[in-house]
């Protein structure tokens, strides 16, 4: 299973992002994605994940209503739509693929948010 993940980079605060993750190796479709994030000396945390119909998502108190998650399972992508950025949002984004027990990570993409 490979995850990569994209898009990262400094943006002022209040700008946009869109972090994307490309899947290969893995029945994308049958899999629940995922992204979570780890700003420096902080734990990871919960951003957002999406089932695997793309169906349903779900979301971190921290990205609510700031955030959207979407995915297609025809290109096996999976993506984070990142408005309204804080310098609080400074963190190495990570995305995961989630099938009952079977969880998979990818590389992190650095996003900076300056003030």
């Known amino acids: 299973v490979q995850l990569q993940a994209s898009g990262g980079g400094l943006v002022q605060a209040g700008g946009s992002l869109r972090l994307s993750c490309a899947a290969s190796?893995?029945?994308?479709?049958?899999?629940?994605m995922g992204w979570f994030r780890q700003a420096p000396g902080k734990e990871r945390e919960f951003v957002a994940r999406i089932s695997s119909s793309g169906g349903s998502a779900y979301y971190g108190g921290s990205a609510l209503g700031r955030f959207t998650i979407s995915r297609d399972n025809a290109k096996n992508m999976v993506y984070l739509q990142m408005n309204s950025l804080k310098p609080e949002d400074t963190a190495v984004y990570y995305c995961n693929a989630r099938r009952g027990s079977r969880v998979s990570w990818g590389q992190g993409t650095q996003v900076t948010v300056s003030s």
């Open positions: 190796g893995l029945p994308f479709a049958r899999y629940a």
